[in-house]
C-alpha cells in the first residue's frame, strides 16, 4: 500500500496539519503533495484531486487501484483501522474522544473564523469576544480532560483528539488568547511535539503568502 496526502499551505492549513501529525506518529511511509490555496486556478486543481475540492485528501494506492479520501476526519478514522492506538483504547473513552474530536470538527467557528491557523503571526490584537467565548470554552473542556486523566494528552497518552486540538493551540499563540495554567502547559506540550514542530519549521521558511488570512485582526 502506498500513501499519499495532499496537503494545503503549511503555516495556514489547519485541516491538513491534523492527518500529517496523525500518519507521523503512526511512523508508516507516506509523501506529501502541496497544493498552494488562493492562487489562481487552485480550485480546480483541488476539483481534480477531489470533489470535496479541499484539502487534505489522503490517496491510498492498492494492488485493487487507487482511492482518495477528503475530509480529515474521515482520514483519521481511515488510520485508526490501520494502527490501533490512535483511539484511547477503553471504549468510553474512546467515544469521548470521537465526541470532543467532532467538536473540533464541526464547532468553535468563531474561534477558528477570527483566530485562522497562522503559524508564523504573533500579535496581542483586542480579539473579539466571541472568540473570546469559544477560547474559553476550549480551555474548560481542555482543563476537564486533563484533570480527569491526568493529561499530559486529552486522554493520557497522544490520540487523535490531540492532533485535532493541535492547529487550536496553535491559535492561543498566535493571538495570545487567555488560558489557564494547566491549558498553557497542554499547548506546551502540543508545540514542543517533534512532529508538530517539523511541520511548523517548513511553514517558516514557505513562501506562499495568504494576505486575507494575514489581514484578520490585524
Ligand atoms: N471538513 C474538511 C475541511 C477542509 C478545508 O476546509 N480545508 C481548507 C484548507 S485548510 C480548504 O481546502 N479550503 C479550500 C478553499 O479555501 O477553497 C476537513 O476536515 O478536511
Same mark, same amino acid.
Given at each position: 500500500?502506498?500513501?499519499?496526502?495532499?496537503?494545503?499551505?503549511?503555516?495556514?492549513?489547519?485541516?491538513?496539519?491534523?492527518?500529517?501529525?496523525?500518519?507521523?506518529?503512526?511512523?508508516?511511509?507516506?509523501? =506529501?503533495?502541496?497544493?498552494?490555496?488562493?492562487?489562481?486556478?487552485?480550485?480546480?486543481?483541488?476539483?481534480?484531486?477531489?470533489?470535496?475540492?479541499?484539502?487534505?485528501?489522503?490517496?491510498?494506492? =492498492?494492488?485493487?487501484?487507487?482511492?482518495?479520501?477528503?475530509?480529515?476526519?474521515?482520514? @483519521?478514522?481511515?488510520?485508526?483501522?490501520?494502527?490501533?492506538?490512535?483511539?484511547?483504547?477503553?471504549?468510553?473513552?474512546? @467515544?469521548?474522544?470521537?465526541?470532543? =474530536?467532532?467538536?473540533?470538527?464541526?464547532?468553535?467557528?468563531?474561534?477558528?473564523?477570527?483566530?485562522?491557523?497562522?503559524?508564523?503571526?504573533?500579535?496581542? =490584537?483586542?480579539?473579539?469576544?466571541?472568540?473570546?467565548?469559544?477560547?474559553?470554552?476550549?480551555?474548560?473542556?481542555?482543563?476537564?480532560?486533563?484533570?480527569?486523566?491526568?493529561?499530559?494528552?486529552?486522554?493520557?497518552?497522544?490520540?487523535?483528539?490531540?492532533?485535532?486540538?493541535?492547529? @487550536?493551540?496553535?491559535?492561543?499563540?498566535?493571538?495570545?488568547?487567555?488560558?489557564?495554567?494547566?491549558?498553557?502547559?497542554?499547548?506546551?506540550?502540543?508545540?514542543?511535539?517533534?512532529?508538530?514542530?517539523?511541520?511548523?519549521?517548513?511553514?517558516?521558511?514557505?513562501?506562499?503568502?495568504?494576505?486575507?488570512?494575514?489581514?484578520?485582526?490585524?
Amino acid at each position: 500500500m502506498a500513501l499519499k496526502l495532499y496537503v494545503g499551505n503549511y503555516n495556514y492549513s489547519s485541516w491538513s496539519l491534523r492527518p500529517w501529525l496523525i500518519l507521523r506518529k503512526m511512523e508508516v511511509p507516506f509523501t =506529501t503533495e502541496m497544493v498552494d490555496l488562493d492562487i489562481p486556478g487552485y480550485k480546480e486543481r483541488l476539483r481534480d484531486i477531489s470533489s470535496a475540492a479541499t484539502v487534505p485528501v489522503l490517496e491510498v494506492s =492498492t494492488e485493487n487501484g487507487v482511492e482518495r479520501i477528503p475530509d480529515s476526519l474521515a482520514i @483519521a478514522e481511515f488510520c485508526a483501522k490501520m494502527v490501533t492506538n490512535l483511539w484511547p483504547k477503553d471504549e468510553a473513552q474512546r @467515544a469521548e474522544a470521537r465526541r470532543v =474530536t467532532s467538536l473540533m470538527h464541526e464547532g468553535f467557528h468563531a474561534l477558528r473564523n477570527e483566530a485562522p491557523m497562522n503559524l508564523r503571526r504573533r500579535t496581542e =490584537t483586542k480579539m473579539p469576544a466571541d472568540c473570546l467565548a469559544d477560547a474559553a470554552e476550549m480551555v474548560a473542556l481542555w482543563d476537564s480532560l486533563l484533570e480527569k486523566h491526568d493529561g499530559p494528552y486529552l486522554f493520557g497518552h497522544w490520540s487523535i483528539a490531540d492532533a485535532f486540538y493541535t492547529p @487550536a493551540a496553535t491559535r492561543f499563540e498566535s493571538y495570545g488568547l487567555p488560558r489557564t495554567r494547566r491549558s498553557d502547559t497542554y499547548i506546551s506540550e502540543l508545540m514542543s511535539d517533534e512532529h508538530f514542530q517539523e511541520w511548523e519549521a517548513m511553514a517558516f521558511v514557505e513562501e506562499h503568502i495568504l494576505p486575507e488570512t494575514d489581514a484578520v485582526n490585524a
